[in-house]
């Protein structure tokens, strides 16, 4: 398809907003179900999610509720990068759900509940010209031509794209259950024959230039029986490009004649990947496809991106964050996989996981008052009750949040033990991270603060806190003692991808064995080897720009996809840490730094002795951080915001 004149959108998907729970447990009826994870559904807004994420620049037309759940359809597609301008806030119905569990590899009950839901009460008044227009093509979906109201909006919007040079892709998406051809319990029914539905679905044909559809679906649009006869149908009712999807043999491409052989078109294959849950498959199809197809792209590149998108989908438990990122559809395209089921290419989750992680954080300069041993050592030696070191931690933040003033690039680090009104608290002012430690103060070897099953603390964490874990790790520590450090960094990597939750790594190597330009380098050899592949480093400054260097390199080289470091402070006087900002100014892997002491110390002293007032330690502290936070944007040439 040649590419058309500039236009603000390449794509806008019409239709169903939902929010998909689905059930964790693998294996189960939905009955037995305990947990569910909780993500973007309907076959629209995954689309939406799904081009985005592939390099479209995308828009979804629908009605959420103006409650919680339409407000997260809104917050997670604008994180993907997906626009809001077409989605309606509808204050008296509330946002569909769809509940679904996996059983086995072919069977997946699914409860939909959009009784009076706000997506179904979209009508010709939501239907915008200039919103319409300013998108090279619109997808409409089967779904909602089955009520008056939603079918009238997007005929609506079929002719406002035709009149203005638009694409009109028609997703058959057929569910037998939400035209009442089927009950409660049959969600999962993908056909039922129906004269009046497909006598409805074939009025709409004829305005399409691109039709999706699996074989049940290209059945009930053309209201045949026999699939090869449902390829005429279409065909004699409309010029558009046929897409049948077959599943895990791939898919034909039908741009002129359908000729008496089936396999007379343009065949994009399929890849063999095992069945993890096949809902949602179609939307990441359609996604790949529409990259193609709307990239000026040939039809079989289009249906070879199309099928690797559906692969990615059907071999993982979600919807629409299943959905490849363009990144990691061309690594997959070019490095293939091993392994027949997708999920457990720890390469290509990582590509995956990297590359749709929340926000870009360029800059981070970090408050970090995670500490417990020398709070603790403060109030001994002051006399102060140990459990006052919780409402110091709330200062804390609030010194950081004054310097922050909302402005971009700040965090905090904050402690389980003594920190939780300070996680309240810092809610309330929206730093970019938030990171809390998970280790044994002091431990060597390593071992975690509360309960060395970590994975079943880490699932109460809200999904933007980051994990952060000091470890104590000398390249020339003895081998057990190695052995068992990294062990232990491993299962905790592995606990953070399983719960998707960011991790962070420090290492302090200088206190147990000599730091030269080398050390650091093959701290992180080591553990990347081990296939540890944190989101951040926590580094302790280096006595050389040559020691920087090498630890980029082994970083770009292991791990291109890597966040990046950021600096401690050890307690360091301000004119050190300038100095270390200095040294890594020419650094592009180092992106920031976590500063405790140097920021707290004095303040925690005066204040747990009675010394100065709430307001002065919050004024002492937001001097210091301010300081550093302007020594370290002046060292890389750039003012505060």
Known sequence: MPRQPEKELDVITIGRASVDLYGQQIGSRLEDVASFAKSVGGCPANIAVGTARLGLKSALLTRVGKEQFGNFLREQLLREGVSDKGIVVDPARLTALAILSVENDKSFPLLFYRENCADMALDRDDIDQDFIASARAIVVTGTHFSKPNTDAAQRKAIQIAKAHGGKVVFDIDYRPNLWGLAGHAEGDNRYVASAEVSNHLKTVLADCDLIVGTEEEVLIASGESDLLAALKTIRALSSATIVLKRGPMGCIVYEGPISDDLEDGI??????????????????????????????????????????????????????????????????????????????????????????????????????????????????????????????????????????????????????????????????????????????????PLRFEFSQDIGSQLVEWPVTHTIKCLCFYHPDDPAELKKEQSEKLRTLYDAARKVGRELLIEIIAGKNGPLDNQTIARVLTELYDLGIRPDWWKLEPQASSEAWRNIQSVIATRDPWCRGVVLLGLEAPHDELEAAFAATAKIDAVKGFAVGRTLFADAAEKWLAGRITDDGAIADMAARFEKLTGAWLDARGRKAA
Not at 320 to 338: D, M, N, R, V
């Open 267 to 444: 065949v994009g294959k399929g890849f063999p990947i095992e069945v993890y849950n096949v809902l949602g498959a179609g939307d990441s199809f359609m996604s790949g496809f529409l990259r193609g197809w709307l990239g000026g792209e040939s039809l079989e590149t289009a249906a070879t991106w199309a099928n690797a998108c559906g692969a990615f989908a059907v071999s993982r438990l979600l919807c629409s964050p299943e959905i490849p990122t363009f990144e990691e559809l061309q690594y997959f395209l070019k490095h293939g996989s091993s392994h027949h089921a997708l999920r457990k290419d720890e390469d290509i989750n990582h590509v995956h996981w990297s590359t749709t992680r929340r926000g870009d954080i360029p800059s981070l300069m970090a408050f970090a008052i995670d500490h417990r041993i020398q709070l603790e050592e403060i109030a001994r030696r002051t006399g102060a009750d140990p459990a006052r070191i919780s409402a110091f931690k709330v200062l804390a933040v609030k010194a950081a949040a004054r310097v922050a003033n909302g402005r971009p690039g700040y965090g905090m680090l904050v402690d389980e033990k003594f920190g939780r009104d300070a996680f309240f608290e810092a809610a309330k002012h929206g730093f970019d991270w938030l990171g809390r430690p998970v280790e044994r103060p002091g431990s060597r």
